[in-house]
């Protein structure tokens, strides 16, 4: 049984190019969510996806920051135009659609970890 | 808005010793759940327990255990005779049961648990 798959693991852009990173949820699972952990810091909320609907993109940066979760394939999160700021690292978890809001454990992948030079 | 603290931002011991990383939440809801995840060093995130706001039983599993009080908005963990490999990042976490946010957490900023041999 398959985790939730992350790729690349890792990924080097210079300023200006472009990042997407991939998610692949667990078997059974509908429900996305992205996180994003800087240097030292703890895991902060960037979006929330179901298939083919974006629900929750509260924490999303207003400009350059893109996700969908297409009907088939994985989700992806699309940074245009990084800049240093962006070097991070990159979080997806999966939930499978419960009974109740909120209950579900997330499952998370290992992470894709962005440098911008 | 929901937000977690710990305010334990390092806490080094020496194996056998027991440890206790806090956690305090803020939310409006009544029924909310509490999470904690472990973060190796090797960057991955180990879903650790959940708890819903109705059930104040304290938890133990194996050298783990917790101890929820919502008269102090409370969700403390505490690992009985550490080990090295109980050194990670622990984070704490928040998720209100709302259908529009479906199970988005709201992390602490996480203590690094170092134990030393």
């Known amino acids: 049984n398959a985790g939730v798959m992350q790729n690349p693991r890792h990924l080097v852009r210079r300023r200006g190019q472009e990042a997407r990173l991939r998610c692949s949820p667990m078997?059974?699972?509908?429900?996305v969510y992205w996180y994003r952990q800087l240097p030292e810091e703890g895991l902060k909320f960037m979006v929330y996806?179901?298939?083919?609907?974006?629900?929750?993109e509260s924490g999303m940066p207003k400009e350059r920051f893109s996700a969908e979760f297409p009907k088939e394939g994985p989700s992806i999160l699309r940074i245009q135009q990084v800049v240093r700021g962006d070097s991070a690292a990159y979080f997806c978890a999966s939930s499978p659609m419960g009974a109740r809001a909120g209950a579900n454990v997330l499952t998370f992948g290992a992470g894709s970890r962005l440098t911008v030079l | 808005a929901q937000k977690v603290t710990q305010a334990q931002t390092e806490i080094s011991v020496v194996e056998k010793e027991d440890v206790t990383l806090d956690c305090v939440y803020e939310t409006r809801d009544t029924t909310y759940y509490l999470f904690w995840y472990k973060q190796p060093p090797s960057g991955e995130l180990v879903f650790l327990i959940r708890?819903?706001?109705?059930?104040?039983q304290n938890e133990i599993s194996g050298r783990y255990s917790w101890n929820f009080q919502k008269s102090t908005s409370s969700f403390n963990f505490t690992i009985t005779a550490s080990q090295v490999v109980d050194s990670a990042v622990y984070f704490c976490a928040l998720s209100e049961a709302r259908e529009t946010s479906g199970s988005r957490l709201t992390f602490g900023e996480g203590t690094q648990l170092t134990v030393n041999p």
């Open positions: 708890r819903n706001s109705f059930d104040e």
């Open positions: 078997k059974g699972h509908s429900h």
């Open positions: 996806l179901q298939k083919e609907n974006i629900i929750d």
